[in-house]
C-alpha cells in the first residue's frame, strides 16, 4: 500500500516538474526574439564554478583535518612506517598540482567569460611551454617512481632466514593458521588429503608435520620478523591486514608470502587508542563468494617473551586429532608420538 | 578507393527519380546509415545506463542503510530479498558485478565509441558512410544480440555472473563457489564473446575509414582531434579485445572441458578437483591485457570530445593540437605495458612489479600534458558556458582528481596497503567512469543538433550539470577516506570487523548522494526524448564551429552531403584569428577568401 502512494506521489512531482518546464520554455519562446549570442546564464554559470572552487575546497580540507584521526589507521609494522612516509610525500606532491589545476580549471570561465566586444587570444602552441611542462612532471615523477621502487624492493625482498613462519590459508569463508610447532618448520601439506578435519590437507608423512599445531588467533612476537606463508584451496582470498599496511593474495596452487615486522602488542596500542577491546583484524580483500564481507581473523602482538610462552601451550594438531595417527606410515608413528607430544602417558 | 561511395551516390540519385522510400526495417532498424547506428548505439547506451546506474543504487541502499527493510521491493527482486527485507549477499556481488560490466562495456565502450565513432567519423572527415555500411550494422545488431543475452542473465534463478566485473577464476569457474558462477557466467561468456566480435567489426570500420575515405584536403595534421582519438581508440581495441576473448575462451573450456589453464591444487564443496598446473594469475594478466587499454577505449574518445568542445566554446584553437595528438598516441602505445599494476599483490613476481611502476608512472606524464594543454586552452578564451562546455570542464576537473590518485596506487609500495579498498573505487569511479560518463554527456549536448536536427533545453541543462557535477564530488570524494581507512570493496556489510566500525554516517550521505545525482540523470532523459520531438528547431551550426558536419544540412540525409562533398583547406581550429571578421573560420574555407587573416605560411 505504501508503495503504491509513494509511486503516486513520485509521479505527481514529476508531472508538477514538467508542467513548469513547459511554461517556462513557452514563456521563453516568447522573449527569444532579438536576444544576444550568449544569455545571462553564462555570467552564473561561470560564477557557479567559482562558488563550487570554493566550497568544496572548504570542505575539502576541513573534513581532511578534522576526520584525520578517523581515516589514518594506527601503525604497527616496520615496512608500514616506510610506505606511510611515501604516501605522505605524494599527497603533497599532488595535493599542490590538485589545487592549482583545479584553480585555474575553475576561474578562467568566469574571468575570460564570453563578451561580445572581447576577442580571444589566437594561441595555437608554445614549444618552450610545452617543453616545461612535459618535463617538470617527468622529473617529479621520476623521483617518486625511485623512492616507491626502493621501497618495493625492500618490502618484497627475500624473508630473512630467522624469520617466524606462520602459514595462513584462505577457504570460502574462513583462515585457519598453522604453526610449525617445537621444530619450527612447516610440514608439508597437500590439497588431496583435506577433508572435514584436516582442513589443512597436512601431510603426516613428512617428519615436520607432527608437531605442527593450527591456532584459533595469529601470534606474533614484537620487534620480530615474521612470515606469513600463504595459500588458498578454493578460490583466491587476500590476506589483508590494514594496521600492518600488509596485503598479499591467497592463490589456489601459487603459494605466496609476506613479511614484516610487528613494531606494537595489541596490548600498547590499546593503550595507546584507549580502547580496551582493540584488536589487530585479518580481513579477506578479494571477492571470495557469499562469505567475503566476514572472514574475520585477529592477529595479536605479544612481547617476545609472552609469544614464547604461549607457543608452547600449544598442543599440535595430531595430539588433538589422534584418529590421524593412522595417516602417519608405520616406520614413523613412534618418532611422530614422541614429536607430537603424545609419548605414551597422555595426560 | 570507394564503392560504397559510389553505390551510395547511385542510391541518393534513385531517390530523387523515384521517391522510393527504404522501408522502416531498412531506415531504421537494420540501417546501414551510420547516422543511425549511432542512434541506435545511444538509445541503447542510455537504457543500459539506467539499469546499472539503477544496480547501483541498490547496493548503495544495503550500504547506506544496512537496516532498511527493502520489501516494496520484492515484485521486482523476488527471492533476491531475504525475508528480513534485505539484499541477499550474494545478490549484492551479482549487482557489483553487473554494474560493472554494464557500466564499462555496454555504457562507456558501446555507448560511447559507438555512439560517437559512428556518429561523427564520416561527417567530420567528409564520407558519405562508413567504409562498409554492411558490417557497420553487424556490428550494432551484434552488440544487441550481446545485449540481450547479458539482459537475459539477470532473470535466471541462479543470478548472473557474480565474480566481480573482472571476473577472475577460480571463483568464476567453480559453479560450487559461487551461484552466479554456473548459468549466470555462461550467458556472460556468451554474451562478451558477441559483443568483442561487435567492437571489432566497429573498430575495423573505423580505422579503414578514417584511413581512405577522408575528403580532398583532409589530410590527418588536418584532422579534428575527436577523429584522432577515436582512430587511435579503435587500434587500441583491435589489438586488445581478442587477448579478452582468449582468456574468456580457456574459461570456456576450464568450466565446461575440464582443461586446467586456470585452475590447481582446488578443495570445493567436499571433494579434491582433479586440475593440476593451471594458474590463476594467467588469467589476470590475460584479462588486464584487455582491461587496461579498456579504460583508455573508455576515456580517450571523451577526451576527444572534450577537445573539441572547449576549443569551440573558448572560441580558441586548441593548444598545442600536435602535442594532444602525440600524447592520445603515447597514452595509447603505453597502455598497453601498464596491465600489471593491477596485479602487484596478487603473489606476482615482485621485480615484475617494479618493471610495471615505471612504466605505469610514465603514463602520467602525456596525461598531464593534457590537462595543461586544455586549461591553456581556456586562458584568455571567450568563454561560452553551454551545457556541453560545462560537462567538458567537468571531465577535466575529474580528470585532474582522479588522475592524480592514480600516483598513490601506480605506486606498487602505496598500493599494497590501498589495493582493494574503496580508495580505489573512489579512483577509478572518478577518472574512468565519471570523466568518461561526462564526455558522453557533453558529446550528446554538443552534436544533438546534427543528430535531431533540434536542440536540447539549455536550462534543463544546466542543471543536470549542476546536480551531476556536484554529485559526482560528492559521491566519491568521501570514498578516498573510506578507503585510506582500510574498507575493502565488495563487502557486502562492515559489521563484522572492529575495524570498520565507522564511516556509517559517511557512508549513508554517499547513497543520499548517489540516489541524488542518479534522480537527476532522468532529468537528462526527460530533455533527450523531448527535445527530440519539441525541442527548438536548430539553426545549421548553433555553435559556430569549424568543423565539417556543420556543413552538411540541417538534417543530413543518406550520404551526408546533397552534393559534393567539401574539401578541407585549414586545419580545424581557426577561431578568432587575428584580422578574421567572425571569430571561426571553418575547415572548408579555403585561404584565398580569407586574405585578411592568414598568417605568412598560409598563403596559397
Known sequence: MSGIVLGLGLLLVVAILIAIFRVSTLLGIAKKEGQPRVGKANGINAFLLILFLIGSMALLFWYSYTHFDSYNLPLASEHGAVTDRLFWITMAVTGVVFLITQILLLTFPFKYQYKETNKALYFPDNNKLELIWTLVPAVVLSLLVFSGWKAWVDIMDKAPDDSEQIEVMGYQFAWAVRYGGTDKELGDSDFRLIDLDNRMGIDFSDRNAHDDFLATEIHVPKGKNVQFKIRATDVIHSVYAPHFRLQMNAVPGMPTSFWFVPTKTTAEMRDELGNENFNYELVCNKICGRGHFAMRYLIIVDEPEDYEKWYKEQQSWLKLNPDYMSKVPEELREVAAISAGIDGTTD | ?604
Open chain 2, 1 to 604: 578507393m570507394s564503392t560504397t561511395q559510389i553505390h551510395v551516390e547511385t542510391d541518393v540519385h534513385h531517390d530523387d527519380h523515384d521517391h522510393h522510400e527504404l522501408s522502416f526495417i531498412q531506415k531504421y532498424i537494420f540501417s546501414e546509415d551510420h547516422k543511425v547506428i549511432a542512434k541506435q548505439f545511444l538509445i541503447t547506451g542510455i537504457f543500459w545506463a539506467i539499469l546499472g546506474g539503477g544496480m547501483s543504487i541498490l547496493f548503495r541502499l544495503q550500504l547506506g542503510f544496512p537496516d532498511m527493510d527493502l520489501s516494496i521491493l520484492k515484485p521486482i527482486l523476488g527471492e533476491w530479498l531475504t525475508p528480513a527485507g534485505k539484499i541477499d549477499s550474494e545478490f549484492y556481488l551479482a549487482l557489483v558485478t553487473m554494474h560493472g560490466t554494464i557500466m564499462v562495456f555496454f555504457v562507456l565502450t558501446a555507448g560511447l565509441s559507438g555512439t560517437f565513432s559512428n556518429f561523427l567519423i564520416p561527417l567530420q572527415i567528409g564520407a558519405r558512410d562508413m567504409a562498409s555500411g554492411f558490417m557497420n550494422m553487424l556490428s550494432y545488431w551484434f552488440f544487441f544480440l550481446s545485449s540481450v543475452i547479458m539482459f537475459i542473465s539477470i532473470f535466471i534463478e541462479t543470478g548472473p555472473a557474480s565474480g566481480g566485473w573482472t571476473i577472475y577464476p577460480p571463483l568464476s569457474a567453480l559453479p560450487e563457489a559461487m551461484s552466479g558462477s554456473g548459468l549466470g557466467m555462461t550467458l556472460w561468456l556468451v554474451s562478451m564473446v558477441f559483443f568483442i566480435a561487435s567492437t571489432l567489426m566497429g573498430g575495423i570500420n573505423y580505422i579503414c575509414t578514417v584511413i581512405n575515405l577522408r575528403t580532398e584536403g583532409l589530410s590527418f595534421s588536418r584532422l579534428p582531434l575527436t577523429i584522432w582519438a577515436f582512430f587511435i581508440t579503435a587500434i587500441i581495441g583491435l589489438l586488445s579485445f581478442p587477448v579478452l576473448f582468449s582468456a574468456a575462451l580457456l574459461l570456456v573450456f576450464d568450466r565446461s572441458f575440464g582443461t586446467s589453464f586456470y585452475l590447481s591444487d582446488i578443495y570445493i564443496a567436499g571433494e579434491a578437483l582433479p586440475n593440476i598446473g593451471g594458474s590463476p594469475i594467467l588469467f589476470q594478466h590475460l584479462f588486464w591485457f584487455l582491461g587496461h587499454p579498456e579504460v583508455y577505449i573508455v576515456i580517450l574518445p571523451a577526451l576527444g570530445i572534450t577537445s573539441e568542445i572547449i576549443s569551440t566554446n573558448s572560441r580558441k584553437p586548441i593548444f598545442g593540437y600536435r602535442a594532444m595528438i602525440g600524447s592520445i598516441i603515447g597514452i595509447a602505445v603505453l597502455s598497453f605495458i601498464v596491465w600489471a599494476h593491477h596485479m602487484f599483490v596478487t603473489g606476482m613476481n615482485p621485480f615484475l612489479g617494479s618493471i610495471f611502476m615505471f612504466l605505469t608512472l610514465i603514463i602520467a606524464i602525456p596525461s598531464a600534458v593534457k590537462v595543461f594543454n586544455y586549461i591553456t586552452t581556456l586562458w584568455r578564451g571567450n568563454i561560452i558556458l553551454t551545457p556541453a562546455m560545462l560537462f567538458s570542464i567537468g571531465l577535466v576537473s575529474f580528470f585532474i582528481s582522479g588522475g592524480l590518485t592514480g600516483l598513490f596506487l601506480g605506486n606498487s609500495a602505496i598500493d599494497i596497503n590501498v589495493h582493494d579498498t574503496y580508495f580505489v573505487v573512489a579512483h577509478f569511479h572518478i577518472v574512468m567512469g565519471s570523466a568518461s560518463f561526462f564526455g558522453m554527456l557533453a558529446g550528446v549536448y554538443h552534436w544533438f543538433p546534427k543528430m535531431f536536427g533540434r536542440m536540447m533545453d539549455e536550462k534543463l541543462g544546466h542543471i543536470h550539470f549542476w546536480i551531476s557535477f556536484v554529485g559526482v564530488y560528492m559521491v566519491f570524494f568521501p570514498l578516498h577516506y573510506i578507503g585510506l581507512a582500510g574498507f575493502p570493496r565488495r563487502y557486502y556489510s562492515f559489521t563484522a570487523f572492529d575495524a570498520f566500525q565507522g564511516f556509517t554516517d559517511l557512508n549513508t550521505y554517499v547513497s543520499i548522494a548517489a540516489i541524488i545525482t542518479f534522480g537527476a540523470q532522468f532529468i537528462f532523459v526527460f530533455n533527450f526524448f523531448y527535445s527530440m520531438w519539441r525541442g527548438q528547431r536548430a539553426p545549421e551550426n548553433p555553435w559556430k564551429s569549424n568543423t565539417l558536419e556543420w556543413t552538411t544540412p540541417i538534417e543530413p540525409g543518406h550520404g551526408n552531403w546533397p552534393g559534393e562533398i567539401p574539401a578541407v583547406h585549414r586545419w580545424p581550429y581557426d577561431y578568432s584569428k587575428p584580422g578574421a571578421k567572425e571569430d571561426f573560420i571553418p575547415q572548408h574555407i579555403p585561404y584565398s577568401d580569407t586574405p585578411e587573416s592568414n598568417m605568412p605560411h598560409e598563403e596559397e
